[in-house]
């Protein structure tokens, strides 16, 4: 059941979080405290002195009073400072805690789902959502001290006058009417503009990973075109949202105007009747525009709740188990795994009706290394994605070694499998940091020994920086062997049993191919090592070869038991064959 995320609910979320660092709350909320009351005591003692010039002049206390008022003011602006500090303390620490609880919850969630939803989804959410939510918090925290100001200003008007008090407590009650309208429309209005915003920054977000093809398939119009759909689709709605709340708190501050003119009307008529001092009424004058603000401080007050309870909403619902399905793990460690992977019948589908695995059986032994061959989309990658506990099977058994793969907990998956791919992901941070990722605790002879043995060592070392260098988006620093060798040394830096290498070698030129190939022929007989290549050229001494067509192992043998025994086999080695030919005559 989804969780409804009211006004209290994010309230109480939020709260949690900004609890952890309470003493920066705490102090916060005292240097709010100390603001209300100078701001309070100030505008007394400016009443006062003018008091002292105006009814019975004493300019000693006249100028006591304006002392006094000075002392509020400068006692004001250093609450303020310190107010600052311990807020953007409280603030960031906060953030912190929120992105880091919120990323590990999105890092848990399964990739059928990732499949389904766009990436700016989780950006949008963990960056602009988390920064309006903190503005949202500070403007409802000062707004409560400003509204509780404000409720001392009419109280003191009550005592002054009660005629006048009771005058500017119905005109409270009168423009809140439209601040209340206002913020109605504005929190119907708001969950659809930060949809449409976050589905245009889920677009630029793919726009910049794919400039590349972009830009070599010339489909930079029709791209900003489609971008553009959304960016209209925001745009209206964020129009609307601005003109309607624009309206009415322009039709607000209009009916505050005619109060105002109303209150001086009223107070020139008690002055006339002498039912009013001038020193009264000036006093009353200067505490009128902050009661005429209570009506647009409590509109802005209700609305912030609303904020709170739509971006703590979109942001915590991400960490809600109910919201997105989490990986599935369980608690077993296999002590000395030795690298078998068993499955029995497995069958598997994307979407829950084509199966692109069909009852697949087979045993991969220990330290053996395997190769899983056929045509694009015949199950190859479905199956390392399912050896790598990326997705779920639907039906069927695999085991790691004798222990079902639902058995198995989350670190043992982390320490036991690595996965090459075709395009690895490198992280824009240093060379040295990328190995941290893997393993916190390697020291740069571990990465360095790693280097040479995939051959990475000599580019390293030429690097002005060394392991201190840059990555660059994408590796731009490295070509793509370089890239593999690197992701490979990457790879190893755990004990791993099972090193999975999908396609890749797909992307490289026949020299880098070749290269790799020799590190991953070096490394055969010291783990378990698994294949997938549409290159078959790349896979012939591999210990055993399931060939696959549309989702169900057809054949499995050596190189040579496949090519002499299998037509279709025979048919892929061949065309690949072909292909690399016209490949190396390109290159050439």
């Known amino acids: 059941m989804e969780r409804k995320y009211n006004r209290r609910t994010g309230m109480k979320i939020l709260f949690k979080y900004y609890k952890r660092h309470w003493i920066f709350l705490a102090l916060y909320v005292l240097m709010l405290t100390i603001q209300a009351v100078l701001a309070f005591f100030n505008a007394m003692f400016i009443a006062r002195m003018i008091s002292a010039i105006m009814d019975h002049p004493n300019y000693g206390m006249a100028l006591l009073y304006a002392g006094l008022s000075l002392a509020m003011l400068a006692g004001a602006v250093l609450s303020e400072i310190l107010n600052t500090y311990f807020f953007k303390q409280l603030e960031n620490r906060t953030k912190i805690d929120i992105q880091q609880h919120v990323l590990r919850s999105a890092l848990e969630i399964q990739m059928s789902e990732y499949d ?21 918090f500070k403007e409802l925290t000062r707004g409560i001290f400003e509204i509780l100001k404000r409720v001392a200003y009419v109280l ?60 070599t398939l010339n489909c930079v119009d029709n791209t900003l075109k489609i971008l553009k759909k959304d ?38 008529y008690f002055l006339r009747l002498d039912g009013l001092t001038p020193v009264v009424f ?48 369980g608690d077993q460690n296999i002590k000395n795994y030795s690298g078998k992977v068993i499955f029995e019948n497995v069958n598997f589908s994307y979407d829950g009706d084509k199966n692109v695995l069909q ?43 004798d222990v079902p793969i639902e058995a198995v907990g989350r670190d043992f998956i982390k320490e036991n499998i690595a996965v090459v791919n075709q395009f690895p992901y490198i992280f824009n941070i240093s060379i040295r940091d990328n190995f941290r990722i893997i393993k916190n605790d390697i020291t740069d002879k571990e990465i360095l020994s790693l280097c040479k043995k995939t051959k990475i060592y000599s ?48 992307a490289l030129d026949n020299t880098s191919q070749s290269e790799i190939m020799k590190i991953i022929e070096n490394l055969k007989r010291k783990m378990t090592i698994i294949l997938i290549a549409h290159r078959l050229s790349t896979i012939t001494y591999a210990d055993c070869i399931y060939l696959l067509k549309d989702g169900v192992i057809v054949a499995s043998g050596t190189h040579e038991e496949l090519y002499e025994n299998n037509e279709y086999y025979r048919h892929l080695y061949i065309n690949a064959l072909s292909q690399q030919a016209l490949e190396d005559k390109k290159e050439k």
């Open 459 to 506: 580019h390293i070392k030429s690097l002005p920086d060394g392991l201190d260098s840059i990555i660059g988006e994408n590796g731009c620093q490295f070509s793509g062997g370089q890239r593999q060798k690197l992701c490979i040394a990457r790879a190893l830096a755990r004990n791993v049993k099972i090193l999975i290498f999908d396609e890749a070698t797909s």
């Open 231 to 268: 960016q209209l689709v925001y745009k209206k709605r964020d129009d609307k949202e601005w003109y309607v709340g624009a309206t009415l708190a322009n039709m607000a501050v209009l009916v505050e105007n005619i109060f105002n003119f109303l209150f001086i009307f009223l107070c020139l």
């Open 282 to 329: 000036y006093t009353c004058f200067l505490y009128k525009d902050h009661v005429l603000d209570f009506a647009r401080q409590s509109g802005d007050l209700y609305y912030r709740f609303g904020e709170i309870a739509v971006y703590a909403g979109r942001i915590f619902k991400i960490a809600e188990p109910e919201t997105y399905q989490i990986d599935r793990f």
């Open 156 to 215: 003191y008007i009550f005592f002054l006058n009660v005629w006048l008090g009771l005058f500017l407590l119905g005109m409270i009650f009168a423009t809140s009417a439209f601040y209340a309208l206002r913020v109605h429309y504005l929190k119907k209005m708001k969950p659809g503009v930060n949809n449409a915003a976050e589905n245009v920054n889920s677009k630029i977000i793919e726009v910049i990973r794919g400039v590349k093809d972009i830009k």
């Open 359 to 401: 009852n697949a059986s087979f045993m991969i032994e220990p330290k053996q290394t395997v190769a899983f061959v056929g045509e694009s989309g015949c199950g190859k990658t479905t199956i390392i994605n399912l050896i790598a506990h990326l997705y779920y099977k639907n039906s069927g058994n695999i085991f790691y070694d």
């Open 116 to 136: 389904k939803m766009g990436s700016g989804i989780i950006v949008t959410r963990l960056t602009s959502d988390i920064d309006r939510l903190s503005t949202a």
